[in-house]
Each structure stands twice: as C-alpha cells, then as structure tokens.
C-alpha cells in the first residue's frame, strides 16, 4: 500500500514538474510573439502615416489645402501615438506644427513634404 502511495506520488510530482516546464515554455513563445506583434503594429501604423503624407501631398498637387491640411494631421496623428518610436514622435510633433497654406507657388511646401515622407521612409 505504502509503495502504491509512494508510486502515485511520485507521478503526480512529475506530471506537476512537466506542467510547470511546458508552461513556461510557452509563456515565453507567448511573450516573443506578443513582442512580432507590438513591432508589426508599430510598422503597419508608420505606413499608414507615409500613405496620408503622401495623400496630403497629392492633395497639395490638386490644390486641394484643406484635404491636404486634414491628411497631414492624419499622419502626424499617427507618428505620435504612445506606442510609436520616438524618432516617429518627434517628426509627427514637427509634421503637427505646419500649416498648408494656400499660395500660387507651392513648391517650399511640397518639398518639406517630400522631406518628411524620405525621413519615414528611413526610419522604416
């Protein structure tokens, strides 16, 4: 009886003991996944703002300002979430301050716009 005690014990012990390990194991698959995740976020969100960079450049080409205006906040919006880069924050806080202004020559303002879609684009 003793030895059926003893028996039942033990492989009670190394069910536990295997339990725990393959826990642990995939917590830290569970973790490393949940990290790709944040990252690919993070990447999705900075091209969804080069695409409103671009937009409220092809805006600017139509003169249409005040599309243009709302894209570019779109993407300086997006730069500046909490979750981003803090490159990605300090160009949206630079993209944030511009205003579009509606003039005969646009050309300053298409260039800081391509400005900052290459900056994205090296930081992507």
């Known amino acids: 009886m003793a030895a059926f005690i003893v028996a039942v014990g033990a492989a009670y012990g190394i069910g536990r003991f295997q339990?725990?390990?393959?826990?642990?194991?995939?917590?830290?698959?569970t973790q490393e996944v949940e990290q790709k995740l944040r990252t690919e976020q993070q990447r999705i969100t900075a091209l969804e703002a080069r695409r409103h960079l671009h937009l409220s450049l092809l805006a600017l080409d139509e003169r249409n300002f005040g599309i243009g205006q709302k894209e570019l906040e779109e993407a300086a919006r997006l730069l500046g979430q909490?979750?981003?880069q803090p490159e990605h924050s300090k160009l949206?806080?630079?993209i944030q301050r511009h205003r579009i202004i509606a003039s005969e020559d646009l050309g300053a303002q298409r260039q800081k716009l391509l400005a900052w879609t290459r900056a994205l684009d090296a930081l992507l």
């Open 82 to 84: 909490p979750t981003n």
């Open 19 to 29: 339990l725990a390990t393959q826990l642990r194991d995939a917590e830290g698959r």
């Open 92 to 94: 949206a806080a630079e």
